[in-house]
């Protein structure tokens, strides 16, 4: 009877203790209206160029991220699942990697079979321009240009709850 009691206890406890750890470990948080989006070219590692101008039209998903942050790293393979599932004509996802040589990402990204579009900030000076302290953390951008939200940490981009944040995108 003790035995069962105690099976049924920690059963409980170990059911509890995965419950916690899945809960989601990210702060979801709108952009604020009176803050502008900084100008930006930015250039991805096979060349191809974004610029305001040419996304117009376009939801853009923008993650900052590193190879040295264990929770960017569980969250990439995610977001290329995310971009995978998504119409290229209407939502893009580009990806920062900040204060490392583009080599590292690129090894990264290839060894990870990430296939997204690869922006290098050797200096931090994008995720500074975007206000980026913490990662990963990523900004989402509506059709028109205009960030509306700031998400900070790691998401699993293949539940349903990040594709309805997307979706919201006016």
């Not at 060349?47 to 942050?69: D, H, M, Q, S």
């Not at 040589?101 to 000076?125: C, K, T, W, Y």
Request: charge should be positive; proline fraction near 8%.
């Amino acid at each position: 009877m003790k035995r069962n009691w105690l099976r049924t206890l920690l059963a409980l406890l170990l059911g509890f203790a995965s419950v916690s750890h899945a809960q989601a470990q990210f702060e979801k948080t709108p952009w604020p209206t009176a803050q502008k989006v900084p100008s930006f070219s930015f250039k991805d590692s096979t060349g191809r160029e974004y610029k305001p101008e040419n996304l117009r039209g376009k939801k853009i998903v923008l993650n900052f991220w590193a190879t040295w942050c264990a929770p960017c790293k569980e969250e990439l393979p995610s977001l290329q699942v995310f971009s995978d599932l998504q119409n290229p004509d209407q939502i893009l996802v580009l990806t920062i990697n900040v204060k490392e040589p583009a080599s590292r990402a690129q090894r990264f990204m290839q060894n990870n079979q990430v296939s997204l579009p690869l922006i290098s900030d050797p200096h931090g000076e994008w995720a500074q321009k975007f206000g980026v302290k913490v990662y990963p953390t990523t900004l989402l951008l509506d059709a028109k240009g205009q960030i509306k939200w700031r998400i900070v940490g790691e998401v699993d981009w293949t539940s349903a709850e990040p594709q309805g944040w997307v979706n919201a995108l006016p």
